[in-house]
């Protein structure tokens, strides 16, 4: 040996024996969202290139997807924080989501076919809300879709009440 061989970083071995390493998110300065991400070369001989990718920028693809009028959509990692959200100051301060009963019950069904069914939870604002969720492969991130409980039931409410004005008009 002749003592300059140096380690190479997980990174790099991760690239190197599955082509396509992705990181774990982490938050620089306690603010802004970023994960590794590296690709192996198509020979071992063309080597590994590693980038680390502001996760930021996610923020514009979930700001433009529309749940109802007030409905959002929003991403946490395997950890249950906050990477994407519409409200973006809720993800530069590295909000954890992983109490929230939506994100647990997610969290623990990691990797299982979701079976479609309604779930009733809080939202991150304490509010009521019809939530689903699905993985964000091949990340392991879990994207969740909230549509606030008032909002969600005011078809069934409108015809409820025209049915009692007829009823009350007979």
Do not use: C
Not at 131 to 136: L, Y
């Amino acid at each position: 040996m002749d003592g300059l061989s140096v380690d190479p970083p997980h990174e790099f071995r991760a690239a190197l024996a599955d082509k396509v390493y992705y990181g774990p998110v982490y938050f620089r300065r306690g603010t802004e969202p970023f994960m590794s991400l590296a690709v192996a070369g198509a020979r071992r001989d063309t080597g590994v290139i590693i980038a680390e990718v502001n996760l930021k920028h996610i923020w514009d693809v979930i700001n433009q997807i529309r749940v109802g009028r007030k409905g959002r959509a929003y991403v946490v990692d395997t950890d249950g924080r906050l990477i994407a959200h519409p409200d973006i100051s809720l993800v530069l301060r590295n909000t954890d989501l992983s109490q929230l009963p939506q994100v647990r019950s997610a969290r623990l069904r990691s990797g299982t076919a979701d079976s479609g069914e309604r779930n009733q939870a809080i939202d991150v604002y304490g509010k009521r809300v019809l939530t689903a969720h699905a993985p964000a492969e091949p990340f392991d991130w879990i994207v969740f879709v909230e549509l606030p409980e008032d909002e969600a039931n005011e078809p069934l409410s409108a015809v409820v009440g025209r049915s009692v004005l007829i009823l009350l008009a007979g």
